[in-house]
């Protein structure tokens, strides 16, 4: 059922007093009260509603909005799901720490896809009667990449290049020191190449990605908690939008990647191994609505990797929306500086004030 604000049902119910009145000529509230089955005192009154008390029921909303439509003064509305309504300052703070995470969550998703399962079972073999078991296989390698020595290695490992002419002997011996860890965990190595890249990559999720706290093939902690989900109604009208794409953004994760571990870059010529250049942020959408109460609303639509897709709504100050669409963009954007002039010329015709702009009426 539609929920009314106070706002609302008075423009609901004025405007099916006008309408009575233009079809019967005569103003008959009674006959309106009876209509919607209550007592003509009550009905009275609820024209008069206040901010904090109401006397007819949405239901009784709905009955009069069919038989005398609805005032031009409510819009249409957006049904969404979106993450928690938070403030431009809250959804700021928050803003790469939750896109760490949808990005967590896609690379895990990554190393449990069937590309990574193949691989795995192509380049390792447990200990024991059962030396191909996946399972087995991923659960020794959890608890391999959070061993103490082999974060050891991915902190302090030379960064060795290989090149065109082969496998240098440090890159060899750096393969050795992770070998004799996995042999603790009970697993060898079966590699025909790539071993040296494999293990950058794997130690690059496990141990330097901004939103997992502790990697395991199954049942990783990330280091924020996954964004309360509402289901919302969002009435009135877009007056402003604006899209990009973060090219920084992408140029940071890219950079930390690969200054960290530069073989990655030719670990994903690879047809074995997920794929993580996507691990970055791609697009961004920001609607700014204004709605019956003259209340504003940013809907920020952000994708993340490429599956997810980030829906948020930031309630804006009325008495700061420039300033706060300003903040907005840039921290989607990347970019230091935002044009401002196209906000300021949709805020004015939609009847918004903008501060520092003189109004001549």
Known sequence: MVKYTNQQANLIISHAVAVHEARYGKRKEYEIAELINVDPAVFSKAKGNSADKRYLQDHHLNELVEEYGKPYGISKGVYLVAEECLNTQEYIKRYHKINHRFLAVEALNSWNGEKADNALNEYFKAYGDDPYNLNLIKERLSNFVNDEAFIEWANCHEKIQTDSWGIPDKVTEECDRVRDILHEYELETLFADDEFEFFEQLAFFANFHDGINKFRFENSTFVTEEPTQIEYVLSGHS???????????????YRKTH????HILKLNDSYKLPYIYANHIHSFNLSLYRTDSESYYCLINV???????????????????????????KTLSGENETDLHDLKVKLAEAGASISGVTSLC
């Open 239 to 253: 007056i402003y939008e604006c899209s990009g794409y973060p090219q920084k953004e992408r140029d940071y994760l």
């Open 259 to 262: 200054e960290t571990f530069p």
């Open 303 to 329: 994708k993340v990797g490429e599956k997810a897709f980030r829906a948020s709504i930031v309630k804006i100050n009325e008495a700061k929306i420039v300033e706060e669409i300003n903040l907005l963009t």
